[in-house]
C-alpha cells in the first residue's frame, strides 16, 4: 500500500505486504511530500521498468493529483506537476478533453491554477456529493462520446456543490457569530446534523480565509460526528490533534489539513482541550495573517519580459506561491467599477505608465477612491483581449 499522510504509532498496517510512505521513520527517500499520486506514480515506474510501457504517459493525471490535493509544489512535486502540465496541454486524454471544454477552457493553456480552481474540483464533486467512479470513469474512457457525456455530469455536480457550499457556509457563519469567542478560541470548532461531510473542508477553508483561525467543522450523523479541518501558517494540525487523541475515535492528516471521528458527546470537551493547547503555546501574532511582497518594483519598470521571467519559477501553487510585487505612490486615474458580486477594477499610473488593476474580490479589499495616492501589492500578468496584450495587476492587498 502506499500512503502519504503523517503516521500514527501502531498504525501501520501488519497484514500489508509492504507499506510505501516517505513519512515513515525508517524511509531514507530524501523528498517527503509526495503527493498520494506522486507515490503511485513512482510505484508505477518501478514495476514498469523493463516492460513496454511508459508511466510518462500518466503524467498528466500526476500532476493533475497533486495540484488538487494541495501538495506543496516544490522539489519533485514541483518537477512532476511542470512535465505533467506540459502532457495536460497536448490534450490526448479524452475524458480531460472533454471536462476542459464545458469548463470554458477550449483553446487555453493550463496552468496549475486552472487546475486548483477549475478542473480539480469538477473531479473532487464527484466524491463529495456524487459517485466517485464517474470522475474514474472519464479519466479512463476511450468513448468521445462518453467523455461528453461524463464532463457534463461533473460540471453539474460541481454546481450542486457549490450549492451546497453556500448554504453551510452561512449556516457556519451564524453559528460562529453565536458560538465562538474570539478573546478565549484560537481554533474553531462547530458542529450541525445538517452539514454534507463531503463539502465541510471547504467550507472551513473559507473561514480560515475569513477569521484567520485554525478550523474545524463536524458533521453529526446520530452520536456520531466526521470532522474535516483546515490550519494557517505555525499551527501545526495534526500535532495538536496528537494532544487531543484520547477524545478522538480517528483522526488523520498533516500539517495543514485534518480528519476526525468523534462521539457528539465529547465535541465540547475536545474544543476546550484543543483551545487550551493552543493557548498555551500560540502567540497572538500567529493569528494576524502576513502577506510577504518579493519584492518593490516601480510600476514603469514592470514590462512583458519581467513578467515572462516570474511566470518560469512556477508552476505555481501550495508553498511556491505566485510572485508578489508592489508598486508605491501610485494614483487612482480611472474607476474603480464593481465586477462580479465583489469584485473591481480602476487604472493606476505613476504618471509615466498606466496599467489596469484588478480584484476578484477574494480579498475583502477597501476600495479606494478616483484620484486616491495608493500603494498596491499585487502579482502581474499579461491578459489577452480580442488580439490585444496588455499588463494586468491581480490586487493582495491595498494600502
Not at 148 to 173: F, P, V, Y
Not at 210 to 229: E, Q, V
Not at 297 to 317: D, T
Not at 337 to 359: H, L, P, Y
Amino acid at each position: 500500500m502506499t500512503d502519504h499522510h503523517e503516521i500514527l504509532e501502531g498504525r501501520i498496517p501488519k497484514q500489508a505486504y509492504a507499506i510505501i510512505n516517505p513519512l515513515q521513520d525508517s524511509c531514507r527517500y530524501p523528498f517527503k511530500h509526495l503527493a498520494g499520486v506522486g507515490l503511485a506514480y513512482k510505484l508505477a515506474k518501478a514495476l514498469y521498468e523493463d516492460t513496454h510501457f511508459f508511466a510518462e504517459d500518466f503524467l498528466d493525471l500526476v500532476s493533475l493529483g497533486t495540484v488538487a490535493d494541495i501538495a506543496p509544489l516544490t522539489g519533485e512535486n514541483r518537477i512532476l506537476t511542470k512535465h505533467g502540465l506540459d502532457e495536460l496541454n497536448k490534450r490526448t486524454r479524452l475524458g480531460l478533453n472533454a471536462l476542459m471544454e464545458v469548463s470554458g477552457l477550449s483553446g487555453k493553456e493550463i496552468s496549475s491554477g486552472h487546475i486548483g480552481y477549475i478542473l480539480g474540483p469538477r473531479i473532487n464533486a464527484m466524491g463529495r456529493v456524487g459517485s466517485p467512479q464517474k470522475a474514474v470513469e472519464l479519466l479512463l474512457t476511450e468513448d468521445e462520446a462518453a467523455s461528453i457525456r461524463l464532463a457534463k455530469l461533473l460540471d453539474t455536480e460541481n454546481r450542486n456543490r457549490q450549492k451546497i457550499e453556500s448554504r453551510i457556509l452561512d449556516d457556519a457563519l451564524s453559528k460562529v457569530e453565536r458560538e465562538v469567542n474570539f478573546k478565549h478560541h484560537r481554533v474553531i470548532v462547530l458542529a450541525s446534523e445538517d452539514w454534507h461531510p463531503g463539502v465541510i473542508g471547504i467550507v472551513a477553508s473559507r473561514l480560515v480565509e475569513r477569521y484567520y483561525r485554525p478550523t474545524i467543522l463536524i458533521s453529526l450523523d446520530g452520536k456520531f460526528g466526521k470532522g474535516s479541518g483546515r490550519s494557517i501558517e505555525k499551527f501545526h494540525l495534526f500535532e495538536y490533534l496528537l494532544r487531543c487523541k484520547d477524545l478522538l475515535i480517528g483522526f488523520g492528516g498533516h500539517e495543514s489539513a485534518c480528519g476526525i471521528t468523534i462521539e457528539k458527546a465529547r465535541i465540547d470537551e475536545f474544543k476546550d482541550l484543543i483551545n487550551l493547547e493552543a493557548s498555551k503555546e500560540m502567540r497572538e501574532d500567529v493569528l494576524k495573517p502576513k502577506l510577504d511582497v518579493d519584492m518593490d518594483m516601480p510600476l514603469n519598470m514592470l514590462n512583458e519580459s519581467v513578467i515572462n521571467e516570474l511566470a518560469s519559477l512556477g508552476p505555481f501553487g501550495e508553498e511556491n506561491p505566485r510572485p508578489i510585487l508592489a508598486s508605491r505612490n501610485l494614483i487612482v486615474k480611472d474607476g474603480p467599477r464593481q465586477i462580479g458580486k465583489s469584485g473591481f477594477k480602476m487604472w493606476v499610473t505613476d504618471n509615466r505608465v498606466t496599467c489596469e488593476a484588478i480584484s476578484f474580490g477574494r480579498n475583502n479589499l477597501e476600495i479606494p477612491k478616483l484620484g486616491s495616492d495608493v500603494d498596491l501589492a499585487y502579482t502581474p500578468s499579461l491578459n489577452k483581449w480580442q488580439g490585444l496584450e496588455s499588463i494586468q495587476l491581480e490586487l493582495h492587498d491595498i494600502r
